[in-house]
Every structure is written in structure tokens, then in C-alpha cells.
């Protein structure tokens, strides 16, 4: 009787200290339905309150200081920031549709907007990437960068359009550079450092035409330093770059949605598959 008793009183023990120490499998399911059930009830509560708000205002904040919050995007809301803007109840509530074009460039923060500049248009696998790159490279020799189409057909293309592969456009980056802090062949040099410009349509895991590698030249001098660099560059790469060179006016671009702008430095553990090669 006494080795049965101590025996249950060991046993007993040892399965109190594991508890102690590591959560039981129900409470770990707990805890994560919790949190889901947490993200959940938050969206559900938003709607309401917007659904609602003209006979519950007063249990909502302004429009105003919504729309600070969303714009700011703080930590604790990134992973709400684009359902609160590409929702259309929220989106009208707001006044910030993120799903409709950007009506303006990303302007480099010190630039100086009335100083001489000229533009350049690269394309070279998700657009994230790029903007996110040559502004951390270049600074204020830029004056401004947008993403957005270019290359295609169809006037004024959506991201969905652009990605069904129907429209023939790329993703690309529009820069306004100011000339006398940084040279076209070098804004050129650097495209090839950070992409593969030996992937016919594709780039790592994004693959279709809109990811295609192409240089939108505006003038003959920059078509003359594209090709140039182009040249030099091969040297580089074990496989023939397949970069095109089209010609084409800054106009031909058309800005993307207003999510996709600046989408890595809103979003810094965004995908991306950009890199520098050397």
C-alpha cells in the first residue's frame, strides 16, 4: 500500500513540474484561437462602428484621426493598415482608397522640387524591391520615384490587369534624378547590380512578362549610355543579358496603386527579391 501511495505521489509530482514548465497542447490552441478570434472581433467591431456611426458616433473617432493613424502606420497596425484602406466602407469613411492610382510621385524628404531634374524608367521584377533600393542607394540625388506600368497597351492598367499578362506591361520604376548630383549611366549600372538581367521574364520567384528586365529610354543620349552600360555589364554575367532597351516618354508610365508606393519602407519585412550583386 505505502509503495502504490509513493508511487502516485511521484507521479503527481512530476506531471506538475511539466506543467509548470511547458503549456499543455490545449493551452497553446487556446492561445492562438484567442488571437485570431482577437484579429477577427477588431475587424468586426471596425465595420460595425462605421456601419453604424449615424446613430452611434459618439463611440467612434473622427475621420480625421483615423486617417492620421492609418497614414502614420505604426507597428500595431500594419497588419490592419491595408484591409482598413482597400475595404470600401472604410475606404469612403476615410478618404483614403488605396486601391485607386497615386496621383503624385514619392518625393525624396529635403528634395528640392523647382531644381532641374530629368527622368529615367527601369523595369526590373517587382517594383517593391527597386523603389526600395535605389532610394537607399542614391538619397537626394533623386528628386522623386513612383511605381507603376509601362511597356503595354491598355491606357491606365490595373494591378490585376498587369498581372493577368494581357496588357504587356512591366512592372517598373520612374526616378526624377537631378543630373548634376548623379549620371544616367550610373542609375543604369546600378538596375544591372541588383537584379538578374539574364531571366527572360522572370525574376527569382516572380515570373511573367510584367517582370521582365527593360530600360524605358527617353532620348537618344540615354539610349547611347543604356546600350553602353549594357555592354560593360555582360562582363559581369556568365549568361547573355537579355535587358531590353525600348524607347518610350516619360508619360507612357502610369503610377500604380496607392498601396504599392513605397511599399517596403511601409511594410519593412515585406517580400522582396532584390539584392546587390557586387
Not at 494591378?159 to 543604369?188: M, R, W
Not at 539610349?223 to 525600348?246: G, L, Y
Request: hydrophobic content about 35%.
Amino acid at each position: 500500500m505505502d509503495f502504490r501511495f509513493k508511487k502516485a505521489k511521484r507521479t503527481l509530482a512530476r506531471n506538475s513540474a511539466r506543467q509548470r514548465h511547458e503549456p499543455s497542447r490545449l493551452q497553446k490552441t487556446t492561445n492562438t484561437a484567442t488571437g485570431r478570434n482577437a484579429m477577427s472581433s477588431l475587424k468586426i467591431c471596425v465595420a460595425l462602428s462605421v456601419a453604424l456611426s449615424p446613430s452611434f458616433s459618439f463611440t467612434l473617432p473622427s475621420s480625421q484621426s483615423l486617417q492620421r493613424l492609418v497614414q502614420q502606420s505604426p507597428a500595431a497596425l500594419r497588419p490592419f493598415r491595408r484591409a482598413l484602406t482597400t475595404t470600401p466602407l472604410m475606404a469612403a469613411f476615410l478618404g483614403v482608397d488605396e486601391r485607386k492610382p497615386a496621383t503624385a510621385p514619392n518625393y525624396v524628404e529635403g528634395a528640392d522640387k523647382d531644381a532641374p531634374s530629368e527622368y529615367a524608367s527601369f523595369a526590373g521584377g517587382c517594383f517593391w524591391g527597386i523603389e526600395k533600393f535605389f532610394r537607399n542607394e542614391f538619397g537626394a540625388a533623386l528628386k522623386s520615384t513612383s511605381v507603376g506600368y509601362m511597356g503595354g497597351s491598355k491606357p491606365d492598367p490595373t494591378y490585376e490587369e498587369v498581372c493577368s499578362k494581357t496588357t504587356g506591361h512591366a512592372e517598373a520604376l520612374q526616378i526624377e534624378y537631378f543630373p548634376d548630383k548623379v549620371s544616367y549611366a550610373q542609375l543604369c549600372e546600378y538596375l544591372f547590380r541588383i537584379h538578374d538581367p539574364t531571366t527572360p521574364n522572370r525574376q527569382g520567384n516572380d515570373v511573367g512578362p510584367q517582370y521582365r528586365s527593360a530600360i524605358f529610354v527617353h532620348s537618344d543620349e540615354q539610349k547611347a549610355a543604356a546600350e553602353k552600360v549594357k555592354e560593360e555589364m555582360q562582363a559581369r554575367w556568365s549568361s547573355p543579358i537579355v535587358t531590353e532597351i525600348v524607347s518610350a516618354k516619360p508619360d507612357d508610365f502610369w503610377r500604380a496603386e496607392i498601396y504599392h508606393q513605397m511599399y517596403l519602407f511601409k511594410n519593412p519585412f515585406g517580400y522582396c527579391n532584390h539584392r546587390p550583386r557586387w
